[in-house]
Nanobody, 114 residues
Framework: QVQLVESGGGLVQPGGSLSLSCIAS????????MGWYRQPPGKQRELVAT???????NYADSVRGRFTISIDNDKKTVFLQMNSLKPEDTAVYYCAAWESTIYWGQGTQVTVSS
C-alpha cells in the first residue's frame, strides 16, 4: 500500500554533513507520521527522529542538536539533515511511515570515516 524510497547516503569524513530524503508513494493519505531509524554494525535498529503532521519533531539524545528532521506533509516526503557527523553515526538508515501499520524503506548506507 505504501512504498518508501530513500536517497542521499554515502561516505563522509568526521565533522561533515549529509542530507537524506524519503519519498512516500502509493496509498499515502492515511500516513500520520514519518521518521528515521538506523542500525549500526552489530547493533539493533534504533530510533533517530520522528515527525508528525503538526509538524512536531522528536529526536534521540544521541543526535539532538546535530540532526534536523523536516517533512512536506502534502507530498509525504521526509528529510534528515545530518551535521557534525561522528564515526558512531555509521549505520544503515531506514525511513519509516505510520498508518494502520508501520512501513519501511529499503535502507541507505551512511559511513563516517577518514
Amino acid at each position: 500500500q505504501v512504498q518508501l524510497v530513500e536517497s542521499g547516503g554515502g561516505l563522509v569524513q568526521p565533522g561533515g554533513s549529509l542530507s537524506l530524503s524519503c519519498i512516500a508513494s502509493g496509498s499515502i493519505r492515511g500516513i500520520y507520521a514519518m521518521g528515521w531509524y538506523r542500525q549500526p554494525p552489530g547493533k539493533q535498529r534504533e530510533l533517530v527522529a520522528t515527525i508528525n503532521s503538526s509538524p512536531r519533531p522528536n529526536y534521540a539524545d544521541s543526535v539532538r542538536g546535530r540532526f534536523t528532521i523536516s517533512i512536506d506533509n502534502d507530498k509525504k516526503t521526509v528529510f534528515l539533515q545530518m551535521n557534525s557527523l561522528k564515526p558512531e553515526d555509521t549505520a544503515v538508515y531506514y525511513c519509516a511511515a505510520w498508518e494502520s501499520t508501520i512501513y519501511w524503506g529499503q535502507g541507505t548506507q551512511v559511513t563516517v570515516s577518514s
